[in-house]
C-alpha cells in the first residue's frame, strides 16, 4: 500500500479551549493524502466559530447533535474514504508534523491491519514535562482481560475492518474504544505493529479519569465488554491493571 489516505477524525463538544491546536496539529502534518474529518456535537461555546476558520482546509465538518462520544466517532468513520482511519480527539494533537508520514510508512512497508503508536500525557498546559508516557511497543493481548488496551488515540487501522468488524458500539459511555480495540485486536486477531513511536500529546483528564466514579464505571462497561465478546475476567483482575500503569511514569 503505497501512499495511503488516511482518514483522521475528531470529534469535539464544547471544546473551545482545544480545538485549534488540534486540527493545526493535522493541518500542519507534511504528508498530503489526508482526509481531515470533524464531527461537532452542536457545540455553543464558540467552537463551531474556531472550526469555521479553518473550514477550507477541513475534507468535511458537520455539526449537528449527536447520541454521544461514540456515536460522533461513527458519524465520522461512516464519512471517511480513506484506506486507514485513525481518531483523534478534540484535547488531543499530533505529536509532529511527521507523525502521519510514519503512520503511513508503517502501513507501506509491512502487511499490517494496524499499527498502534504511543501517546505522551501531560498535566495541565505543561508541554514540556511529560507526565505518562503511555508506550505501546510493551502492550501484550493477555492485557485485554485486565481490562487495559493500547493507547486509543495512538490507533490506526484499515478502514475495511470498520466495515467488517462493526463500529463502535454505542451502548458504552466510556469504554467504546476498548471494545473496538478488543473486537479488532484480541478477537478478530488483526495483524498489528505496536511501535514507540510517539503519535499523539494528550491532555490528562479524558473520561476515564475523572475520578473514582468514572473509574469504577469504566471497569464495569470493560467487564461487560469483555463478557460480551466470551473473554473471561472478574474485578480483581480489572483492578489489578493500576500495577502496570506504574510503569508509564517513567521517562520517555
Known amino acids: 500500500m503505497n501512499n495511503p489516505k488516511i482518514s483522521i477524525i475528531t470529534v469535539v463538544y464544547n471544546g473551545?479551549?482545544?480545538?485549534?491546536?488540534?486540527?493545526?496539529?493535522?493541518?500542519s502534518q507534511e504528508y498530503q493524502n489526508i482526509?481531515?474529518?470533524?464531527?461537532?456535537?452542536?457545540?455553543?461555546?464558540g467552537t463551531q466559530s474556531i472550526i469555521e476558520l479553518y473550514k477550507d482546509k477541513i475534507t468535511t465538518f458537520i455539526s449537528e447533535p449527536?447520541?454521544?462520544?461514540?456515536?460522533?466517532?461513527?458519524?465520522g468513520i461512516e464519512r471517511a474514504t480513506g484506506d486507514i482511519v485513525g481518531i483523534l480527539n478534540a484535547d488531543d494533537f499530533l505529536a509532529n508534523n511527521n507523525v502521519i508520514t510514519q503512520i503511513a510508512e508503517i502501513f507501506s512497508e509491512t502487511d499490517t491491519d494496524a499499527v498502534c503508536s504511543s501517546v505522551v500525557i501531560y498535566k495541565g498546559?505543561?508541554?514540556?514535562?511529560?507526565?505518562?508516557?503511555?508506550?505501546?511497543?510493551?502492550?501484550?493481548?493477555?492485557?485485554?482481560?485486565?481490562?487495559?488496551?493500547?493507547?486509543?488515540?495512538?490507533?490506526?487501522?484499515?478502514?475495511?475492518?470498520?466495515q467488517k468488524l462493526g463500529l463502535y458500539d454505542?451502548?458504552?459511555?466510556?469504554s467504546g474504544d476498548f471494545d473496538i480495540?478488543?473486537?479488532?485486536?484480541?478477537?478478530?486477531?488483526?495483524?498489528a505493529v505496536y511501535t514507540k513511536k510517539i503519535s499523539v500529546k494528550?491532555?490528562?483528564g479524558g473520561l476515564s479519569s475523572r475520578g473514582i466514579k468514572s473509574k469504577i464505571r469504566m471497569n464495569k462497561e470493560n467487564l461487560i465488554s469483555l463478557k460480551?465478546?466470551?473473554?473471561?475476567?472478574?474485578?480483581?483482575?480489572?483492578?489489578?491493571k493500576y500495577c502496570f500503569k506504574i510503569f508509564q511514569l517513567k521517562s520517555i
Not at 170 to 174: C, M, P, Y
Not at 181 to 191: E, Q, W
Not at 228 to 240: A, D, E, Q, T, Y
Open 16 to 27: 473551545h479551549l482545544t480545538i485549534a491546536q488540534c486540527i493545526e496539529s493535522v493541518l
Open 35 to 45: 482526509e481531515y474529518i470533524v464531527i461537532d456535537g452542536n457545540s455553543n461555546d
Open 66 to 75: 449527536d447520541k454521544g462520544l461514540y456515536d460522533a466517532m461513527n458519524k
Open 125 to 162: 498546559e505543561n508541554f514540556d514535562k511529560p507526565w505518562r508516557f503511555y508506550n505501546a511497543e510493551r502492550f501484550r493481548l493477555w492485557q485485554f482481560r485486565l481490562g487495559s488496551q493500547p493507547p486509543h488515540p495512538g490507533f490506526y487501522v484499515k478502514r475495511i475492518y470498520y
Open 170 to 174: 454505542t451502548q458504552f459511555r466510556i
Open 181 to 191: 480495540l478488543l473486537r479488532m485486536l484480541y478477537v478478530n486477531k488483526l495483524k
Open 202 to 204: 494528550m491532555r490528562d
Open 228 to 240: 460480551k465478546n466470551g473473554i473471561n475476567s472478574n474485578f480483581v483482575l480489572i483492578w489489578l
